[in-house]
Structures are given as structure tokens and as C-alpha cells.
């Protein structure tokens, strides 16, 4: 009897064994395929002269313009860019209109001369800057777009695996005189789109309306958050930006640069025509000084849209459509922007990332005039 019961612990040990085996937590699937949102809470980033919160797989930044050691430029949100170009392993891409961050520029060197393959393309115009000339002479290859418009991304692809996008040119005043925002994104997927868009340009060499809409993934979806890429002019962004105000419920917020867009300009007042809360901030100088700016239409429609406050440029590209989705790029609001001019645009739907972009929309409107 005792025998049997011993066999008879010794089965149930392994049958139990057995099961624990099959239930064993599997690995939490890929991030650019997970389906349900991410709870994780933010952590702040902190910056002497910027601001940072940390979302997991995104880090987001904005420029502190206000900060007293911005007229030092240094403590702003090209550190977090040129540490991350330190740890690359493999590559770095770089679209860039203009360059002058000594920061980044070390650190494209130093990637440079550790092996790491580093290539760029840049707006023309601003090749013959200082920096610019010194990647050259160390070997790093850049090719300038040659031609009338403009070649305006701002985006860096490190390892494949990471893009870091925004409104913020590589240069002293983008990071430390200007408003201005900038975000890395951990997805291999979204890293596809950008890599397929640089070598478009740096391979193929083909700029401006010179090509053809072939991003590999056109949405991404991360922790559950969806986010659309869109490149200009190939993608045809105008319409989508469009649709995407038409479909507003509740209110419209939006800091532009430059604003001449008289199909966005018309989504944005229809709405408000409805119902819609819509309130803006506006680049000062580009009111200013633009053809056929929307601010005139928008002040006779009554709307809660002023210049903007701050000494520098306020050079950002947002709009925030019911504080739960954010547009943002180096995309102006602009025709040239959808016809002649390389640009970014990424749509994400997040309220945690609208949110930031609410408290940062929030500080540049009460500064407004």
C-alpha cells in the first residue's frame, strides 16, 4: 500500500510539472504589434533648458526657450539626441535641413570613427554651413537635394530600430531660441518607413515630388497606439489632415509656424462654425510676413487665435483634434509643404501624448499676444 501510494505522489509531482510547463507566462508580444494601450505612467525627463517625459517605448521632448541657461545653449533636447548617436551600433541616418548643434554633430564623429555607418541628407542651401563641411572632410557622405524646394525633414534612424522626428531643426536657435518639439519612437516597423524614406532620397536620389508613395507602414500600432506616417508630397497629406479636422468633435488646438493652407484653414472654421473649440498660436514674423495667412480669416471669424509671444520663432507644426489625437512633423501648414518640399508628418492617437502636447500648447498660448 505504501508503495502505492509513493507511485502515486511521484505521478501527481510530475503530472503537476507537467501543467506548470504548459502555463508558463509567455513573453509579451512586439511592441509595434501589441493591441491593447500601454498603462505605463510617465517619468520625467529632466532638462536644464527643455522638457522630457519618458513613455516607455517614446520619449518625448520640448524646447524651454524661457530657461536661463538657453542663451548658453547647452542642457536642451539635443543631450538626449547626441547620447543616443553615442550608443548607436550599426548605423545612423540623417535627414536634416540645416545643422549647427555642435552636439550632434560630435556625435555623428564620434559614431563615425567608431565604425558606425553615418549618412546624411541635407537641404542645399545650408551645406556649406560650418558643420556640415566638417562631416564631410571626416568622410561621413551627405547629399544636398539640389533643387528649388526644400528638402525640410528633421529625422534621425539609429540601429533600424528607432527614429527621432519632430519640428526642431539641428541648430542652435531650433533647440534653445525657438518653440519646438521632437520625439523618439522605439519601433523597428516605424524605423522601416523612415529608412525607405531616406534611401529614396540618399540612394535613389530622387527629392521633392520626384517619387512615388511607398512607405512600407503606412500605420503602426505600438502598445496599442496607433500612429500614421505620411511624407510629402509623395502621401498626398493635405487630404488626410483634412479629413482628420472634419471629423473634430469637440475642439481643435494648434501651434503653426506658417499657415496658408486655405483647405485646412476652411476644415478648421467649419468647424468651429459647428461647435468645435478651436484655439491657436501663430509664428508672429510668419503672420507677419506670409501671402495668404490664415490669421486674417480666423480673427474675422472670431476665433481664439493670437501671435505667438516668444522672441525666437514659435516653430511648431501641431494640432490636437479632442486632446486625444496629435498632428505633428516639420509639415507646415502650408501648400509648399504638401507640393515642392520634402516633410514628415505623423498622426498618433494617444491621449497621454496629446496631453503632453496640450500642457505644451497651453504655455506657448499664454504667452501669445
Not at 321 to 334: H, K, L, Q, R
Not at 335 to 352: G, M, P, Q
Request: hydrophobic share 40%.
Amino acid at each position: 500500500m505504501k508503495n502505492k501510494f509513493t507511485l502515486l505522489f511521484v505521478i501527481l509531482i510530475l503530472l503537476t510539472a507537467c501543467d506548470s510547463a504548459t502555463t508558463v507566462p509567455l513573453p509579451p508580444p512586439p511592441t509595434d504589434t501589441a493591441t491593447e494601450p500601454s498603462s505605463a505612467p510617465l517619468t520625467d525627463i529632466p532638462l536644464p533648458a527643455g522638457y522630457g517625459v519618458d513613455g516607455g517605448w517614446f520619449q518625448l521632448y520640448f524646447t524651454n526657450p524661457e530657461s536661463p541657461l538657453a542663451s548658453q545653449n547647452t542642457g536642451g533636447i539635443d543631450g538626449p539626441l547626441a547620447d543616443a548617436i553615442d550608443a548607436a551600433k550599426l548605423s545612423v541616418d540623417v535627414a536634416v535641413y540645416s545643422l549647427s548643434l555642435n552636439s550632434v554633430r560630435d556625435a555623428l564623429l564620434h559614431a563615425h570613427d567608431r565604425g558606425v555607418q553615418v549618412r546624411m541628407v541635407m537641404e542645399s542651401d545650408n551645406l556649406d554651413r560650418s558643420d556640415p563641411q566638417k562631416l564631410i572632410e571626416a568622410g561621413i557622405p551627405i547629399l544636398g537635394d539640389r533643387r528649388e524646394g526644400l528638402m525640410h525633414n528633421k529625422f534621425v534612424v539609429i540601429d533600424n530600430s528607432e527614429v527621432w522626428t519632430g519640428s526642431t531643426n539641428f541648430t542652435d536657435s531650433g533647440a534653445y531660441d525657438d518653440n519646438n518639439n521632437m520625439i523618439r519612437i522605439r519601433s523597428v516597423k516605424l524605423a522601416e518607413n523612415f529608412t525607405k524614406e531616406f534611401e529614396e532620397m540618399f540612394i535613389d536620389d530622387k527629392f521633392g515630388d520626384n517619387t512615388v508613395p511607398e512607405t512600407p507602414n503606412p500605420r503602426v500600432t505600438i502598445d496599442g497606439t496607433p500612429i500614421d506616417t505620411y511624407f510629402s508630397p509623395d502621401d498626398g497629406v493635405q487630404a488626410n489632415f483634412v479629413e482628420l479636422v472634419e471629423n473634430a468633435q469637440e475642439s481643435i488646438y494648434f501651434m503653426a509656424f506658417s499657415f496658408t493652407a486655405d483647405p485646412v484653414g476652411n476644415a478648421v472654421r467649419a468647424r468651429a462654425a459647428e461647435g468645435v473649440t478651436v484655439a491657436g498660436v501663430m509664428d508672429t514674423e510668419q503672420v507677419n510676413s506670409n501671402v495668404g495667412t490664415e490669421f486674417d480669416p480666423f480673427s474675422q471669424a472670431g476665433l481664439d487665435v493670437y501671435r505667438d509671444g516668444n522672441p525666437g520663432q514659435m516653430h511648431h507644426k501641431v494640432m490636437i483634434i479632442d486632446e486625444s489625437i496629435v498632428i505633428f512633423g516639420s509639415y507646415n501648414f502650408t501648400n509648399s509643404a504638401e507640393t515642392r518640399n520634402d516633410e514628415t508628418l505623423l498622426v498618433i492617437y494617444n491621449e497621454v501624448i496629446a496631453g503632453q502636447f496640450m500642457t505644451e500648447f497651453q504655455k506657448v498660448y499664454g504667452q501669445a499676444q
